[in-house]
């Protein structure tokens, strides 16, 4: 079983090669595809591993509201991809997205999950993966 950093890694990972899918072919179907992976995701973070940092992790409170922000201003993103009937502008949209999306990856894995695996261990971090696996098969 992943723990929760590598688990959020592949995810991320995943969403990576879904931009490029749709850069390559601007499919409105791989841009809804990347709309539901990413709520899913967020939803996953926010009920599950934003808790653990802010109650675990010295600054978490801070990284925690933050990512959080950045979660809202991406559903705000794909609710207006969802939305979009020209090809051109929902491109446009993604694009942003994915911008957004590399920033939120980039802050993550080089800043949030190295402080939780220093202040929450490994047990924490396997603890949390489990509850994240378990979220996203029930979703």
Known sequence: MPNVRDLLKQNHRELEV??????????QDVALKICEEL????????????????EGVAGGRHLADEAEQQHSQARQLIARIKQASDAEHRAALVGELKEAVEHHIAEEEGTVFPKMD?????????????????FKSSA
């Open 18 to 27: 879904l931009f490029e899918q749709f850069d390559r072919g601007r499919d």
């Open 39 to 54: 709520e899913l995701h967020a939803e996953a973070e926010e009920q599950i591993v934003y808790p653990a940092l802010r």
């Open 118 to 134: 220093s202040d929450l261990g490994l047990l924490e971090m396997d603890v949390l993966g489990a509850q994240v696996e378990e």
